[in-house]
C-alpha cells in the first residue's frame, strides 16, 4: 500500500504521455522497456539492433524492493512496448498504465503461461502462517515457459513494427531454439538422474522449474518471501533432511547471503551450489553479457552434481 501512494504522488506531478504510434518518431527505432532481466533478455533477443531495450531495475539491485522512480516512469511512458512479470508483484503497474492517455502494447509474462499456485514452504520457526501471492510469478524458470514468453514477445513486436517483422520472427526462432536445446539437456540429466531431490537453503522462486522436470524439492522460504533470516528449527529441519535423504548438494540463490546454506554444508558435509533464478543479475554479468541461457547452462551444471 505504502508503494502505491508514493506511485500515485509521483503520478500527479508527471505531464500526461503517451507513446507513438509504431516506431517511436524521436530516433526512428523501436524502445522497449522491460522491468527484469529474464523480460529484458527476452526482448533483447528478439529486437536485436532493430531498436533499444531498456531494464527497469538496475543489475544487482534486490528485486522485490524496487520502486519506480519518476525516470522510470517516463521510461514506460514513452515506451513502443513494455514488459513485465505481471501478479500481485507488478500491481503497481496498473495505476502507472492507468494514467498514460493512449494504450502501450504490454506483454504481461503472467499472462503468458498456465500459472502454478504458490508453495506452501514449511517454516517451524513461523508461529502463524503467513500468507502469499496465489499464484507463483517466477514463470521464467521453466525453459518450456521462457519459450512461450519469447513467443509472445515476437507476436507483439511484429504487429507494432511489421517493417521488421521478419527480422523479430528470426530472431525469436532462432533463440527459441537455443532454449528447447537447454531444456532438452535438463529433461535428459534428470530423467537418468540417480536422485530427484533438491534442497534450496533460500527462497524458492523455482516451482515451473522443478514441476517441468518433476523434481521433488526443500526449501527454506518461499519465493517471494521478505523474512530470510532463519530461526534454528528450520535449520535444524533442513539439515536433518540433508542428512535422512544423502542430499550432497545445498543451493543458494543469487544475492543471497549464503549464512544457512554455510551453516548446513558446515554440519552435513554437502557442497554449497549456486542456482540462479535470473530475476537479475550483478553489474558485473550484465557488463560481462550473461542470458537466460548462459544463466541457465550453469544451473544445469550445478544440478548435474546435485543429482548424481
Same mark, same amino acid.
Given at each position: ?9 509521483? $503520478? ?20 522497449? *522497456?522491460?522491468?527484469?532481466?529474464? #523480460? ?6 528478439? *529486437? ?6 531498456? @531494464? ?7 528485486? /522485490? ?11 514506460? +511512458? ?14 503497481? @503497474?496498473? &495505476? ?10 504490454? =506483454?504481461?509474462?503472467?499472462? =503468458?503461461?498456465?500459472? $502454478?499456485?504458490? %508453495? ?7 508461529? /502463524?502462517?503467513?500468507? /502469499? ?9 521453466? %525453459? ?8 509472445? =514477445? ?35 540429466? *534428470?530423467?537418468? #538422474? %540417480? ?16 514441476? +517441468? ?27 536433518? @533432511? *540433508? ?14 547471503? +549464503?549464512?544457512? !546454506?554455510? #551453516? ?18 550483478? &553489474?558485473?554479468?550484465?557488463? !560481462?553479457?550473461?542470458?537466460? =541461457?548462459?544463466? @541457465? ?8 552434481? !546435485? $543429482?548424481?
Amino acid at each position: 500500500m505504502r508503494r502505491l501512494l508514493c506511485i500515485l504522488l509521483i $503520478l500527479c506531478f508527471l505531464p500526461a504521455v503517451g507513446c507513438t504510434d509504431g516506431v517511436t518518431a524521436d530516433d526512428g527505432k523501436l524502445h522497449v *522497456v522491460a522491468t527484469t532481466f529474464p #523480460a529484458y533478455d527476452f526482448a533483447r533477443a528478439v *529486437v536485436g539492433d532493430a531498436g533499444t531495450v531498456t @531494464m527497469l531495475i538496475s543489475p544487482g539491485t534486490e528485486t /522485490h524492493s524496487y520502486d519506480p522512480s519518476p525516470q522510470d516512469i517516463r521510461k514506460i +511512458q514513452n515506451c513502443d512496448l513494455f514488459i513485465y512479470g505481471g501478479g500481485e508483484s507488478d500491481a503497481w @503497474m496498473d &495505476g502507472i498504465l492507468a494514467s498514460i492517455d493512449v494504450d502501450i502494447p504490454t =506483454v504481461a509474462m503472467t499472462e =503468458v503461461v498456465s500459472l $502454478l499456485k504458490s %508453495p506452501h514452504i514449511e517454516n517451524p520457526d513461523e508461529e /502463524h502462517h503467513h500468507e /502469499h501471492s496465489v499464484y507463483d510469478e517466477h514463470v521464467w524458470t521453466s %525453459p518450456a515457459n521462457a519459450a512461450l514468453i519469447v513467443a509472445a =514477445v515476437r507476436d507483439k513486436l511484429a504487429k507494432i513494427d511489421a517493417d521488421n517483422a521478419d527480422l523479430y520472427r528470426a530472431q525469436a526462432e532462432a533463440y527459441i531454439k537455443e532454449i528447447e536445446a537447454l531444456d532438452a539437456e535438463f529433461a535428459a540429466l *534428470v530423467q537418468n #538422474a %540417480p536422485r530427484k531431490t533438491v534442497l534450496f537453503a533460500d527462497r524458492f522462486p523455482f516451482l515451473y522449474f522443478v514441476n +517441468q522436470y518433476g523434481l521433488t524439492y526443500h526449501a527454506a522460504y518461499p519465493g517471494c518471501a521478505e523474512k530470510t533470516e532463519p530461526g534454528p528449527k528450520t535449520v535444524a529441519m533442513l539439515i536433518d @533432511m *540433508v542428512k535422512s535423504e544423502d542430499i550432497p548438494a545445498v543451493f543458494y540463490t543469487e544475492f543471497s547471503d +549464503q549464512r544457512l !546454506a554455510d #551453516a548446513i554444508c558446515e554440519n552435513t558435509g554437502a557442497i554449497k551450489l549456486l542456482f540462479h533464478s535470473g530475476h537479475n543479475v550483478s &553489474g558485473e554479468d550484465f557488463k !560481462a553479457g550473461e542470458t537466460y =541461457v548462459s544463466l @541457465m547452462r550453469k544451473n544445469l551444471t550445478n544440478l548435474r552434481k !546435485a $543429482l548424481y
